[in-house]
């Protein structure tokens, strides 16, 4: 990484060295500012505990960009594997595949600790970033530019000239501000919670499942999802509603909700020898999505990542989001010639649209992955691959407009409203991917022609 000078010498304090935080370190260090970072916990580098957390991780191409411009593609890309793609299994037994893009387009599997390391290594490699570890900001005072620390058994002060508060949904940064009435929030928790099971790999040391894919078990009594890390092994997610359709609430036995599951999911629980200690050892979690406003106070205290947008994750979208946040933040940064001032007031603005339209769209793709057994679905599924094929230069499906581009969010959720009305009429006129390929662009023509040429923007840049 070589360094701008921008931010010579100024002294910028990061509270979170979670995935987000840590990046921002790094780019912070490389135009030159001299960085010290809170965390709560200690330095994952030396621990085995993975803090509860997912530990595999989609990364997709937004979140490969922010870590190219830290020079960390290529090192992390050597421990990643590819997703092409998402299996969604039947209830009859029989398998749909669904392909997320164009070929060689990919998510790709990360493990979310050697990720969080190497972001942490980096960082440290400036010799700019000084990592406080096992440290606890318990209180901000704003108007001192004071951080109320405490670690090691003793509290101490830090004061700050800029602050950047990246420590996630929890905030503590963003609670005291809504607290001081410096900025509001809004905490969305859904009707739903989830716990994971892992699916250990066979004895031979390879995935039980085709590791290439994403794996959809939904049925009406919750979603399963399996998503394939390195090593063998597969995070299970189970995702289950709450509420009067409440199949695996809290006041039932373990027995009973062993059994519940059993009867849903037999397939998986074949999968999984240790089934019953997974079940009874993992604690189930809600699902949160947090927006606040203003995400910055005095153009010299700012939030990023979780601590200001956390999303659902049914996009696998909330760390790309997060790194995307962090290219947002430099580009500002170089076009505001390293003016810290002028970047933390302009970064919400410019940023917030974005977000706010990704975590409608994460909202709405729970209901969307839900309907995936449907067959209009699947119809639906094909017929906009097929149009990508036919108009290229005019059409991509949210999928890849999501994963594999980096246009605006905002305009992505734009141009999706108009794809899904015209699949909708096209649909409804009983148009379909089956059509032979001539036929398919004659009926699609008129309507892709008249509705996406208002939106039209160099859009194949997009997939
Ligand atoms: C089940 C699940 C699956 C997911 N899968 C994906 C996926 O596949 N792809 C994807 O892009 N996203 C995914 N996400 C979202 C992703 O995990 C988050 O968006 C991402 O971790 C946000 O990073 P962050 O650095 O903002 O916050 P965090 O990762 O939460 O980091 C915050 C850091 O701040 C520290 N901290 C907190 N409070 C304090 C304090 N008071 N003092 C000091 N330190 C503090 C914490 O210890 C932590 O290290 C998933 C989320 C969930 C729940």
Redesign the pocket.
């Known amino acids: 990484m070589s360094e701008t000078g921008l931010l010579h010498e100024q002294e910028i304090t990061i ?7 840590s990046l921002m370190s790094c780019v912070l260090a490389k135009h030159g500012a001299r960085v010290t970072v ?4 200690p330095d994952l580098r030396h621990t085995d505990l993975s ?1 509860g ?2 530990i ?4 997709s191409h937004r ?1 490969w960009l922010a870590l190219r411009s830290v020079g960390l593609e290529e090192s992390v890309r050597t421990g990643t594997k590819p997703k092409h793609s998402r299996c969604v299994h039947l209830a009859d037994g029989t398998e749909r595949t669904q392909r997320y893009g164009a070929e060689g387009e990919a998510l790709w599997t990360v493990n979310r600790k050697d990720l969080n390391c190497a972001l942490v290594d980096c960082a440290e490699a400036s010799g700019r970033v000084e990592f406080r570890f096992e ?4 209180r901000l005072d704003e108007a001192d530019r004071t951080l109320h620390l405490q670690g090691d058994g003793k509290s101490s002060e830090h004061t700050f000239d800029y602050l950047i508060a ?7 940064i963003r609670r005291k501000l809504v607290s001081d009435a410096a900025l509001e929030d809004e905490i969305i928790t859904l009707d739903y919670r ?1 716990f994971e099971l892992t699916v250990p790999a066979k004895a031979d040391g390879t995935h039980a499942l085709p590791s290439e894919c994403v794996h959809v078990w939904p049925r009406p009594e919750g979603l399963m999802v399996a ?1 394939p890390n390195l090593g063998g092994t597969f995070t299970g ?1 189970f995702f289950y509603a709450l509420g009067e359709e409440d199949y695996f609430g809290g006041q039932l036995t373990d027995e009973e909700r062993s059994r519940r599951f059993r009867f849903a999911f037999p397939e998986i629980v074949e999968l999984i020898p240790d089934f019953e200690h997974e079940l009874r050892t993992n604690p189930a979690s809600d699902i949160k999505a947090v927006r606040c406003w203003p995400w910055q106070v005095s153009r010299r205290v700012l939030l ?4 200001c947008h ?1 999303i659902v ?1 049914f996009y ?7 790194f995307e946040d962090v290219t947002k933040f430099e580009e500002l940064l170089e076009s505001a010639g390293g003016d810290l001032e002028t970047v933390f007031e302009r970064f919400p603005e410019v940023r917030r649209p974005d977000t706010d339209a990704i975590s409608d769209l994460s909202l709405q793709n729970f209901v969307s992955i839900g309907r995936s057994t449907d067959p209009e679905y699947q119809q639906r599924w094909e017929l906009e691959r097929a149009l990508w094929e036919l108009f290229p230069e005019r059409w991509t499906p949210l999928y890849p407009m999501i994963h594999f581009g980096h246009h605006p969010l905002s305009d992505v959720i734009r141009r999706q409203a108009v794809q899904k009305k015209i699949l909708h009429r096209l649909m409804a006129e009983g148009v379909d991917a089956t059509l032979e390929a001539t036929a398919l662009a004659d009926a699609a023509r008129g309507a892709v022609e008249a509705e996406l040429t208002r939106l039209d923007s160099d859009h194949r840049a997009v997939g």
């Not at 509270?15 to 935080?21: E, F, P, R, S, T």
């Not at 990246?166 to 503590?172: K, L, P």
Request: aromatic share 2%; proline share 2%.
């Open positions: 509270v979170g060295a979670g995935l987000v935080g809170i965390e709560k916990r803090g957390r997912t595999a991780m989609s990364l979140g440290t606890e900001c318990e990246s420590d996630g949904m929890n905030s503590a989830y998503l997610t990023v990542g979780d601590a956390a994750p696998a979208m909330g760390m790309n989001l997060g």
